[in-house]
């Protein structure tokens, strides 16, 4: 079965500084993807950031990059120059490619950024 | 923009009255979409994949009676909360896979408040 393990509940990091989220997953399939959203107070899901198993290289978009570890099954997230708006919940999600289109959250880590 | 719409984003209730919440792809068909539903401070938790022309998968212990969904057309998901009791209060959202990219759409969510 697949499970996502986040072991932060919460984190702090101050303004402008690089915090890294993290997220372990469990699966005995090949081919899956990995997926970060962020929910803010609104509750609304933001899609972050998607890596595949089979990608050669760490994912990136903007300030946000994923850290994929394939031997260590981990997919931690990285925000550089954390900013006011980052505050929210981080959620690690994963796919199994070769089924259903169906997502496996995690528990979420919830995020404040400290001016 | 979003390409998938939710509505209503919140709804007051009575106890024992019937709730229908809608779930729309804006731009693009699906055949499957997912329903989740998140209590406060805690991940979200699928219901069940609602799939077109046919009956709709529910994940174990999510009762069918309970919460209905209708996916009538490829654009359109429903859920139908019958019956609502206060203990149905809380968050609901839909998400569906656009293609074969590994991105899954998120609507804004649907807040439900029993009374």
């Known amino acids: 079965a697949q499970k996502i393990t986040q072991t932060q509940p919460g984190m702090f990091v101050q303004e402008k500084e690089a915090v890294t989220l993290d997220c372990t997953y469990d699966?005995?399939?090949?081919?899956?993807?990995l997926f970060w959203y962020k929910q803010p107070s609104s509750g609304e899901m933001i899609f972050l950031i998607y890596?595949?198993?089979?990608?050669?290289q760490n994912a990136t978009e903007g300030r946000y990059s994923l850290n994929f570890q394939k031997a260590r099954k981990s997919a931690n997230l990285v925000i550089s120059a954390s900013q006011l708006g980052d505050s929210a919940m981080y959620f690690c999600a994963m796919v199994n490619r070769g089924g259903s289109e169906k997502l496996v959250f995690g528990k979420g880590t919830k995020l404040t950024v400290n001016p | 923009g979003a390409v998938v719409s939710q509505h209503p984003s919140w709804v007051i209730c009575k106890s024992g009255t019937s709730v229908k919440i809608e779930c729309r792809s804006l731009d693009f068909q699906a055949t499957t979409m997912f329903w989740y539903r998140q209590f406060p401070k805690q991940s979200l938790m699928l219901m069940a994949t609602s799939n077109e022309g046919s009956k709709a998968t529910y994940e174990q212990g999510v009762e069918k009676d309970k919460f209905l969904i209708n996916h009538a057309s490829l654009t359109l998901s429903t859920l139908t909360v019958t019956s609502a009791h206060p203990e149905d209060s809380s968050f609901y959202i839909c998400s569906a896979p656009r293609d074969n990219t590994g991105e899954l759409f998120f609507g804004e969510g649907s807040r439900l408040t029993v009374l």
């Open positions: 890596q595949g198993s089979y990608d050669e």
């Open positions: 699966t005995s399939d090949q081919s899956y993807g």
